[in-house]
């Protein structure tokens, strides 16, 4: 590790300088920023009434606030029901037109991606954790609670710290069957979950430069299990190509500067690395996968589906070990595209037919499995092979129940042997 | 906002996660009063029912990190929680809590200092917190301004409502526009 101070300003600090109209803001410094784009999820039912407590009369510019509901989708309880109900009737009296719901649905943070409402220099804020993914585009994209929402709703702004940096450079070029998603969990099993608290996480260097907007999205994901405030990519022509035609509004992108300050430097190198698993009960106590495999840890389930891994791509990875094989006996495979446009992808390549064949259950886009409140809940003496990024006590169901978490193709060898497999033997 | 506060003290480990605080499966529910049943069923199951208003937690590293979800702090304040101090907090649960103007205070050490069932003494002005049961004590950096304009407000909703409110009376006044 290596420590870099310079005068220069990083990523973090040159998106709040912009959002706060300044020319440039210091580590620890309070700003108001202007937000560029608002999301709410059904927590975002529990902006409404403080929203009206504040007195609010009108939502300072309902083009920038989306909802998209996707936890309970459609509703599978009552409870959930009248969540999306407050939520309809708030968008209609507010006149919020950007409102995905049933039949145009999926996770709130891949409605925000593949729908370029978020762009490179935006301050985006979402009620959820996992916001930080949006970081991908070059924007600093950060979780709130619902009750901040309503004062974003009322005010166009929040109060934020200007972060310190954590840089973590990245080189080398991923073995077969290795992703953007061991490389994260390798990340935060070094970092652990508070190694990155209340910092903001820049990722660069040669590999970052080379992956895809997908794979940028599942790193930034993650920068939540190091407690980070915001998780970035720099913006490069990979950044600019995904938005070229869908970007909903002005980008504005910034670089960080060769002489960034940053409170550490992580180096990577990825060459030689074998995939990886974060085990119970922490997305930090991180093993490589091979050693664990070794240990014939017996699965009952397997969850494919996130917005950490549900895109296209992870679908496709995972279908191409599906096919022609079969879910062991005894093990549950469910399989959630992360958006309604990634469902009809795979609807048009044949992979929901793969996995049907195959004996898993492809269901409707959600969060699913993933936060234990929907479907594909884990009984106390269970364990699951999930492609998410929590394995907290308690995440998907019963508190002792176990959650091993790794890439797509990971939870599909795994699923095929009925333990946890490494996906480099069934290439 | 009393600044001296005191309480019986609950005590937790180290992250605490929002799962631990209010699960999953709760996400739904909306009632405060229903939340406080279920607060703490993982991380700490005979909190719900044993609690008292005013009672003091007090936990390791990273309280609250995980999910975004207010439901924690708030089935917290439902259950008449009188503060609580960690080693140090996850970020967005330290938002949502001073949000809804729930004292949560980060004193580094503090987790060490503290047994179950001990009585906890909080001195805002000092920025000192003592345990009354053993004498020990410990001093926690000021609460910042920003912070406890908000808490002095009595939460975001508050601070907000008054702002709008004095915007609202300043055309009339000047007649000029912002």
Known sequence: ?????????????????RASGSERVV?????????????????GAQTVAPYHQMGAERVWDPDRVVIAIDHW????????????????????????????????????????????????????????????????????????????MAAVLALGR????????????VKGSFGPGVTAKDLVLRIVGEVKTTGAAYRAVEFSGPTIERLSMPQRFT????????????????????????????AKHAMHP?????????????????DGMVPMVACPYSPDNVRPLPEVAREHVRIDQAFLGSCTNARIEDLREGAALMKGQKVAKGVRLIVSPASTKIYEQCLGEGIIEIFTHAGAVFTNSSC???????????????????????????????KEARIYLMSPAAVVASAIRGEIADPREFA | MEKIIEGQVWTLGR??????????????????????????????????????????????????????????????????????????????????????????????????????????????????????????????????????????????????????????ALPLQSGASR
Not at chain 1, 125 to 143: Q, W
Not at chain 2, 72 to 80: I, K, L, N
Request: charge should be negative; aromatic fraction near 6%; proline fraction near 5%.
């Open chain 1, 73 to 148: 989708v459609p509703a599978s309880t009552e409870g959930a029901a009248v969540l999306h109900r407050i939520l309809r009737k708030f968008a209609a009296e507010a006149n919020l037109p950007h409102f995905y719901d049933v039949g145009q649905h999926g996770i709130c943070h891949q409605i925000l991606a593949e729908n370029g409402w978020v762009v490179p220099g935006d301050l985006a804020v979402g009620t959820d954790s996992h916001t930080n993914m949006l970081g991908a585009m070059g924007a600093f994209a950060t979780g709130i609670g619902p009750t901040e």
């Open chain 2, 15 to 168: 992250d605490v996660d929002t799962d631990q605080i209010i699960s999953g499966k709760y996400l739904t529910v909306i009632d405060p009063a229903e939340l406080k049943k279920h607060v703490f069923e993982i991380a700490l199951p005979e909190f719900a029912s044993a609690a008292r208003p005013g009672d003091i937690l007090v936990a390791g590293e990273n309280f609250g990190s995980g999910s975004s979800r207010e439901h924690a702090p708030q089935a917290m304040r439902a259950a008449g929680v009188g503060a609580i101090l960690a080693d140090s907090f996850a970020r967005i649960f330290f938002r949502n809590a001073i949000n809804l103007g729930l004292l949560a205070i980060e004193a580094r050490g503090v987790r060490e200092i503290f047994g179950a069932g001990q009585t906890a003494r909080i001195d805002l002005t000092a920025g000192r917190v003592t345990n009354l049961t053993t004498g020990r004590w410990l001093d926690f950096p000021p609460i910042p301004s920003h912070l406890l304009s908000l808490l002095e407000a009595g939460g975001l909703v508050e601070k907000v409502r008054r702002e709008l409110e004095a915007r609202r």
């Open chain 1, 27 to 43: 580590p620890g410094q309070i700003i108001e920023g202007a937000v560029d784009l608002a999301m709410m999820h059904e927590q």
């Open chain 1, 219 to 246: 790193l930034c994901n993650m920068t939540t299990e190091m407690g980070a405030k915001a998780g970035m990519v720099a913006p490069d022509s990979t950044t600019f190509d995904y938005l070229a035609s869908i």
């Open chain 1, 368 to 398: 699913s499995a993933c936060f234990g409140g929907n479907m594909g809940i884990l009984a106390p003496d269970e364990t699951c092979a999930s492609s998410s990024n929590r394995n907290f006590p308690g995440r998907m169901g019963a």
């Open chain 1, 158 to 169: 929040l109060w934020l710290k200007v972060p310190t940096t954590v840089g973590i450079r």
């Open chain 1, 254 to 270: 910034l670089q960080p500067d060769r002489d960034a300050a940053h409170e550490r430097t992580i180096e990577i190198d990825v």
């Open chain 1, 1 to 17: 590790m290596t420590s870099a101070r310079g005068n220069g300003q990083t990523l973090a600090e040159k998106v709040l300088a």
